[in-house]
């Protein structure tokens, strides 16, 4: 069994989108604790660089502003909350829908909440145009012995 | 980027060496425009060999290069593509357009 330890931590920094690697790679540093597989690591990158991303291109259009990201291990899940104070989200369900992108001339995809919804096992969105957005996201990170125990299920 | 040009098959193969998201992409994108309107290939390949990791920036960037290159009348295709990236294209359904091919 793998040792219940909570922990904490928060990271601010501007919406530069040269921040967008230093974002997951801290996340992924400190979610490590958990001892994940790569590939639970490679989905929690992927849907961390997402949130930071929408922040940089949307809530802030480019304009500086700072990003939060808040990590809390518990009860041996990785939870994750991301948010800007830029300018909001109209319409939240449209956001989420797979392909719909507002900035097609970026060539942005519109794949990014669809990503951290199937990477992750929980995501949440909430905005309030003109004050922000605050993407939560959580994961359970098996451990080894379960990962063996799973089998005889 | 890597960019290797063969005249005589007239074969682009762009090999990308970076992690791909939002902030990296602009760069591959400029670069590899101006490869494929230099050669106009009659087929592009991207390697991601080097690539450790890619968001839903790098399925944006091969679309935008598929429409430039299919313009001009060339295939695309890919290849060394590992596993946490190709999770991403799946999703995308991309790859019913752009096969990801075995080996150059």
């Not at chain 1, 904490?8 to 400190?30: D, G, I, P, Q």
């Not at chain 1, 990158?45 to 480019?62: L, M, P, Q, W």
């Not at chain 1, 097609?104 to 199937?118: A, C, D, K, V």
């Not at chain 2, 009348?73 to 991309?94: Q, T």
């Amino acid at each position: 069994m793998k040792d219940i330890t909570e922990n904490e931590m928060t990271l601010e920094f501007l919406s530069k989108s040269n921040n967008e690697a230093f974002a997951r790679v801290t996340v992924a540093a400190f979610v490590s604790q958990l001892d994940p597989t790569i590939e639970e690591l490679s989905d929690i990158k992927t849907a961390v660089s997402e949130a930071v991303t929408n922040c940089i291109i949307h809530g802030y259009e480019d304009k500086q502003g700072i990003i939060k990201i808040k990590c809390k291990i518990f009860a041996g899940s990785i939870h994750i909350e991301i948010s800007d104070n830029g300018k909001g989200i109209k319409d939240i369900e449209a956001a989420k829908t797979p392909l719909f992108t507002t900035k097609p001339n970026l060539e942005r995809s519109g794949m990014g909440f669809t990503i951290m919804e199937s990477f992750m096992d929980e995501m949440k969105v909430e905005s309030i145009v003109g004050l922000g957005t605050k993407v939560t996201m959580k994961k359970l990170i098996k451990s080894k012995d379960e990962l063996c125990s799973e089998t005889t299920n | 980027m890597k960019v290797k040009y063969d005249t005589l098959d007239k074969l682009l193969v762009l090999e990308l060496t970076e992690e791909i998201d939002h902030h990296t992409t602009e760069k591959i994108r400029r670069r590899a425009d101006y490869e494929i309107q230099r050669h106009i290939p009659r087929k592009t390949i991207f390697d991601f060999s080097g690539v450790t990791f890619m968001d839903s920036a790098g399925i944006g960037m091969v679309i935008g290069r598929y429409k430039v290159i299919s313009m001009l009348g060339g295939k695309v295709a890919m290849i060394n593509v590992k596993p946490n990236v190709r999770k991403i294209f799946e999703m995308s359904g991309i790859l019913k357009i752009i096969p990801i091919e075995d080996c150059a």
